[in-house]
């Protein structure tokens, strides 16, 4: 792709953030699926609204009908309505420049993201199937996740995942990464890449600043209880 080709597709994908009504997300009063697109807008300096719903009304069926996978988080962008949380931070990272600098990267960094939604599924069957059963399993078998990252990320050696610059895929693993030091504190003890990038993530003013907010830290990471 030639180099205005490229231009005019991100002028495309620009958002114009001042005129625009800010971002709505429904979902559970959970972290869950939401917690990596929260901590994305709030780097990228962006507002959103969240709608909680209760279990309660969730199982009223309504809402869920016309839900396009019949789940959340919903997000919407303006008329624009987009359901899979993954759809969600490529969106972002598509208004928002962290998305690559050319499509080379933009496929790295789908790659990877792709490897982050691995390893959340893994997490997810843990926390609502397996935890009572699984945890030390779980725990056991998690350093050969991890050091897929690691290893892919010795190789790019800026920090994040691809690039010189911060991308969905790395707002996604960081928001994962977080969720594991709490399941297990000494979880990335072997990985110093992985360890960076939580650290150098932690240290972003705009997301400092959310992460140590008392709204963020009272909600909890799943809707079971278990973390
Ligand atoms: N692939 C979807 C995504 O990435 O958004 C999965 C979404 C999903 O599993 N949503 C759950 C849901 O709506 C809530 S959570 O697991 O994200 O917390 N569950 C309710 C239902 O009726 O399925």
């Given at each position: 792709m030639g180099v205005y080709a490229e231009l005019w597709l991100r002028r495309q994908h620009t958002?114009?953030?001042?005129t625009m009504p800010p971002y709505t997300a429904t979902y559970f009063a959970v972290k869950g699926r939401l917690g990596a697109i929260k901590i994305m807008l709030a780097d990228k300096g962006q507002e959103l609204k969240v709608v909680l719903v209760s279990m309660e009304e969730w199982q009223q069926g309504d809402l869920k009908a016309t839900c396009v996978f019949g789940q959340m988080p919903k997000f919407e962008d303006g008329d624009l309505v987009l359901f899979q949380s993954n759809a969600i931070l490529r969106h972002l990272g598509r208004n928002h420049g962290?998305?690559?600098?050319d499509s080379r990267e933009a496929s790295l960094i789908d790659m990877m993201n792709d490897g982050v939604e691995d390893l959340r599924s893994k997490y997810i069957k843990l926390i609502y199937q397996e935890y009572d059963t699984g945890k030390q399993a779980y725990l056991k078998d998690l350093p050969n996740s991890l050091c897929k990252f690691e290893t892919f990320m010795a190789k790019t050696n800026s920090g994040f995942l691809v690039g010189k610059e911060v991308s969905f895929a790395d707002y996604n693993l960081f928001d994962l990464l977080l969720n594991h030091l709490v399941l297990c504190p000494k979880s990335l003890d072997n990985f110093p890449k992985l360890n960076d990038l939580v650290k150098k993530m932690s240290a972003r003013p705009k997301v400092r600043a959310l992460l140590d907010s008392e709204a963020f830290k009272k909600i909890p990471i799943n809707g079971n209880g278990k973390q």
């Open positions: 958002r114009p953030t001042l962290a998305y690559g600098k």
